[in-house]
């Protein structure tokens, strides 16, 4: 087995530690812990090890799913990690006792990108992936084309739905049609739905369409608690009880922290929480966009705190001009060409206002001044 480099990890390795400004970030700015009881009590693991059955169960009912259909892991990461571990063998799974879980085999997979290395990079390393490419600039979800890649030993259909990088939201219609394909190949739809609490209007989430349908989330993008490392996969209760199994040999149990906490977020404090998210992700996607016209750059109006922007005249790609601007400005964006689009770049906005301000001001002075000496360079070459 074979994985490829996280491009975009190693990016932020070589350049977020040194520079002022992270404005490549994907989730909202993180809450301080202050608002929070942080005591947990004994510092022991998390028994029963899938979670707390209560607090289990609180969050299966956002889905129609019981306690036993949901399992709490280290972050969205380790929730789709542990799903495609369950999904994407060459043999039937089989549960402990030598019998079949009731989990479909199958090696392939289709991956509607651009989106998240680690939801094509993972599924690739364990089979064989097939992607369907979103096309600007509406990156629109195409029902027909998902099914048209799908195949008998077809095991799971990944979406990630709000979209990163480019902020679109597939409409609950498209996704359907999509969860239908997944039926009719005896598959799974599996949609990464971390973005979804930051719309104003969410969309019902996958899991609760059907028993083909899995949701992962955490509560690092929406709510602002990337520290918890607190997340969930929630689905057909094979596919849940499988990806427990997988889960003995990485990190055993979730953080006893990160229950702790999520428990009082998903609880009175969610609403208020989930108010101030979304009042400052809709506040800063109006400077962003204000931003983009004022230097006629192109971008999908996003939903969420991401968005992919053309890049800037002057430049020969994404990579070009985010190496200029984190050497001559200090500030962090993420080049396109990591998502397989060297002609657009990502910025988030979902972080503190001042910093994405100055960010912003910044970015701004690097793409005048390179258009400055452009014009300059062909001024005076036009002199001669």
């Known amino acids: 087995m074979r994985i490829d480099p996280f491009g975009l990890e190693r990016w932020f390795a070589e350049h ?12 909202i700015r993180s809450l301080d812990a202050s608002r929070f009881d942080l005591d947990p009590g004994k510092l ?20 129609d799913r019981s306690a036993d259909e949901v399992l709490f892991t280290c972050g969205t990461q380790e929730a789709n990690f542990l799903t ?35 939801l094509h990079a993972v599924p690739d390393a364990f089979g064989e992936v097939t992607r369907v490419e979103l ?17 008998d030993d077809t095991a799971v259909i990944v979406v990630n739905n709000p979209n990163n990088p480019t902020g679109q939201y597939h409409d609950e219609a498209a ?38 349908g899995i949701s992962t989330t955490s509560l690092t993008k929406a709510y602002g608690l990337a520290g918890l490392r607190f997340g969930w996969v929630a689905g057909p209760e094979p596919v849940v009880e499988r990806a427990w199994q997988w889960k003995d040999y990485t990190t055993i149990s979730p953080s006893l922290f990160g229950q702790h906490v999520a428990k009082q977020a998903l609880g009175a ?42 890049v800037p005249g002057g430049f020969d790609d994404a990579e070009a001009f985010c190496r200029t601007v984190v050497e001559e ?24 206002t001042e910093e994405l301000e100055d960010g912003l001001d910044r970015v701004s002075r690097v793409i005048e001044e390179h258009a400055a000496a452009s014009d300059a360079a062909a001024t005076s070459g036009g002199d001669a």
Do not use: K
């Not at 022991?44 to 889905?63: H, L, Q, W």
């Open 175 to 212: 996704m359907r049609a999509v969860y239908d394909v997944a039926v009719e190949r005896d598959a799974y739809l599996l949609c990464d739905e971390v973005y979804r609490l930051l719309a104003e209007d969410p969309q019902p989430p996958v899991a609760s369409y059907g028993a083909h």
């Open 44 to 63: 022991g693991y998390v028994i029963p090890t899938n979670g707390d059955p209560e607090f289990r169960a609180s969050v299966g009912d956002r889905y």
């Open 16 to 27: 977020e530690h040194e520079a002022d400004i992270m404005l490549a970030e994907s989730g």
């Open 135 to 151: 096309e600007p600039p509406e990156w629109e979800l195409d029902p027909d084309a998902v099914a048209d890649a799908a195949r």
């Open 269 to 310: 404090r969610e609403d208020r929480i989930l108010a101030e998210n979304r009042e400052l992700a809709a506040d800063h996607r109006d400077r962003v966009a204000n931003w983009v016209d004022e230097h006629g750059l192109d971008w999908l109006d996003p939903v969420g705190v991401n968005a992919f922007v053309t």
């Open 84 to 118: 495609f571990l369950s999904l994407l063998g060459d043999e039937a799974a089989v549960d402990g006792e030598g019998g079949e879980t009731g989990v479909g085999s199958g090696t392939h997979a289709v991956v509607v990108t651009p989106t998240y290395q680690a």
């Open 329 to 352: 400005a200090s500030v962090v964006l993420a080049p396109g060409n990591l998502f397989g689009f060297p002609g657009r770049f990502r910025i988030g906005f979902g972080l503190p």
